[in-house]
């Protein structure tokens, strides 16, 4: 598991998340976060995917895990 510059995990994930850096989900879109982007959720474990809105079903590749979060992008 390697470290990015911002303290993030870029390989791997936290052992304690259920996904992994680098791989890709299929994921709703439950809510919106407070600076506006979609927030998803995988074993309740929330993922943030800017560019998206509520109710929207899309793939995602994680970019970085963090203990209590991650954050993606759609592919």
């Known amino acids: ?3 990015s510059e911002r303290g993030s995990y870029t390989q791997g994930s936290d052992s304690s998340a ?4 680098g ?3 299929d994921v709703t879109i439950e809510d919106i976060a407070k600076k506006g982007d979609g927030l998803a959720r995988i074993e309740g ?3 943030f995917v800017p ?3 509520v ?3 899309v793939k995602i590749q994680v970019d ?3 203990q ?3 954050s993606a992008h759609v592919v």
């Not at 259920?18 to 850096?21: G, L, S, V």
């Open 1 to 3: 598991m390697a470290y």
């Open 18 to 21: 259920p996904i992994e850096a």
């Open 23 to 25: 791989k890709e989900y």
């Open 45 to 47: 474990f929330v993922i």
């Open 51 to 53: 560019g998206t809105k």
């Open 55 to 57: 109710g929207d079903q």
């Open 64 to 66: 970085n895990v963090r």
């Open 68 to 70: 209590n979060f991650a």
